[in-house]
């Protein structure tokens, strides 16, 4: 990166581009910390529940599409590949490159959001979606209501964060093409990256608790 | 400028948390009692470990950054720890049987 390039991307309140960017980078961990809390209350309440009704959990859990949740899980890893190659082609400043593993990594995200709304509707046509149509034959009703209480609130959270992500970088992509990532600015994707990479995080947890609690 | 790393670190990270997820799905199907969730939550982890060092470039950056990180994870196992036990202590939940 050439001295005059480097001083236009400096905001004044830093003395170095270095320093610039590890602020940014300390802010999106610190952002990610209160998420990892945010999800962590819960992931808190699924625990106590889960303790308290072992055996329902179970075979609610036993109810969920683990294909789906598997394939899932599969796409949103290959997806944060993606990401970090993206990573890579913005530090090399290849234009090209970066707009297309950006749009890969929104379209994969856009293929976990399809798969998920296929088991939301799947378990709205089979009545497990809680609330006044929740239907249970296996032992105690109002513990398997609240799994999937709690499975709706989590994977919604995640849900939105995945939608918050593909947005993101599809106008990263865009900006992208317009070129605004060359010169050696490519923090604004290296954070968006860390955004992604945590979904994913989140997502690696979410399957085993959700679809995997009690063997098959 | 960070350090840029081949294409080929990507993919074999990749490859890896595949082959864990594919671990953590067939063990699924296996009945080992109490032990399936630390056994898939010690799965997740390790998937989780492999994310942040090399997706997320916690290897090679700074000892802060290693903190803040670290620090998320510190506060979700307090926060865990400390509300378990009082319920634990109380007696509203027990330890699982099967």
């Given amino acids: 990166m050439s001295e005059a390039a480097a001083d236009s991307l400096l905001a004044e309140q830093f003395d170095t581009i270095e320093q610039q960017r590890s602020a940014a980078m300390l802010g999106m961990w610190i952002f990610l910390a209160t998420e990892v809390l945010f999800f962590g209350g819960l992931f808190l309440s699924y625990t106590v529940y889960r303790y308290l009704y072992p055996s329902v959990f179970a075979a609610a859990s036993r109810h969920t599409e683990v294909i789906l949740g598997g394939a899932n899980t599969a796409i949103l890893l290959f997806s944060s590949t993606l990401m970090a190659l993206g990573v890579r082609a913005a530090q090399l400043g290849r234009r090209k490159h970066l707009v297309w593993l950006l749009l890969g990594t929104a379209l994969f995200g856009i293929i976990f959001m399809g798969v998920k709304g296929f088991e939301y509707y799947k378990d709205y046509t089979e009545h497990v979606f809680p609330g006044p149509t929740f239907q249970w034959h296996e032992g105690n009703p109002a513990a398997a209501e609240l799994f999937f209480w709690l499975y709706y609130a989590m994977t919604g959270l995640h849900a939105i964060h995945v939608t918050v992500g593909i947005s993101l970088m599809l106008i990263l992509a865009l900006l992208a093409w317009r070129g605004r990532f060359e010169n050696g600015n490519y923090m604004p994707v290296e954070v968006a990256g860390l955004y992604w990479h945590f979904v994913d995080i989140v997502w690696v947890f979410l399957f085993p608790l959700l679809y995997l609690a009690g063997h098959r | 400028m960070e350090k840029v790393h ?63 990180a670290v620090t998320g994870l510190l506060w979700l196992f307090l926060m865990l720890l400390l509300t378990l036990g009082d319920y634990y202590s109380r007696g509203w939940v027990s330890m699982p049987k099967y």
């Fill in chain 2, 6 to 68: 081949s294409p080929k670190l990507y993919w074999t990270n990749c490859l890896w948390l595949m082959l864990l997820l594919a671990l953590t799905w067939g063990l699924g199907y296996v009945n080992f009692g109490l032990f399936n969730l630390p056994i898939a939550l010690a799965i997740s982890f390790t998937k989780t470990i492999l994310i942040a060092l090399f997706f997320m470039h916690i290897k090679g950056s700074s000892r802060l950054l290693h903190l803040a």
